[in-house]
């Protein structure tokens, strides 16, 4: 995608250095037209399912389908500037979409290498804490981690409760949880570790050993 975006610019720079324009087909503004409405179409969808599955490839799916719906809009407009009695504006509104096309490439290469490294979002760790706060029994939150991979969350948590709390209590707390951040993501793993607030049990466990 990105080298058919760098030759998309070369390509129209050598038409306007070398002043070699041809005159379009109408029926390629109509495929054009065509063409940008259903990208369109498609965009707006996966897009909407993206943000509702949490899916960084539909993102980047979505984006690459933007891309081509603007290289179909740009293509008419060139068509119809041609028409109009300018024909270089064909050229630079190539130009445009091809920066364009590169700037998406390296917009997706950069959603795919977070994806591929099981990254997740600051904004799904904050989420996370938002919801496990307002959890009756969880007095803090100690630490939260996250990984992805695919639609699948994988959640680490660690919370601090009431150290007078029998096991059936704290068993509760973990189960809510897990069901909390279960109803709120598409698919969640979540490991819960509980500690007794206001005991460092980190510096208890170094004095043992």
Not at 73 to 81: Q, R, S
Request: with cysteine.
């Amino acid at each position: 995608m990105l080298y058919a975006g760098i030759e998309v610019i070369i390509y129209a720079v050598e038409k306007i250095t070398t002043n070699s324009y041809e005159q379009p087909n109408i029926l390629s503004a109509i495929v054009a037209f065509i063409a940008c409405v259903i990208m369109l179409g498609v965009y707006f969808y996966n897009i909407r399912l993206s943000k509702k599955l949490g899916s960084k490839s539909l993102q980047a799916a979505a984006l690459d389908n933007l891309s081509d719906a603007f290289v179909s809009l740009g293509t008419l407009i060139g068509i119809v500037a041609t028409y109009l009695g300018f024909p270089i504006a064909d050229s630079i509104v190539a130009i445009i979409v091809g920066a364009l096309i590169v700037w998406t490439a390296i917009n997706i290469f950069k959603e795919s290498t977070y994806v591929l490294t099981d990254g997740v979002d600051t904004e799904v760790i904050e989420k996370v804490n938002d919801l496990v706060k307002d959890i009756d029994g969880v007095i803090s939150i100690v630490d939260t981690k996250g990984r992805t991979h695919g639609l699948l969350y994988f959640i680490d948590i660690t919370v601090t409760v009431s150290p007078t709390l029998n096991v059936k209590k704290s068993h509760e707390i973990t189960v809510n949880i897990e069901k909390k951040l279960a109803s709120e993501f598409y698919y969640c793993e979540t490991l819960v570790h509980l500690e007794p607030h206001g005991i460092d049990c980190h510096s208890t466990l170094q004095d043992q050993s």
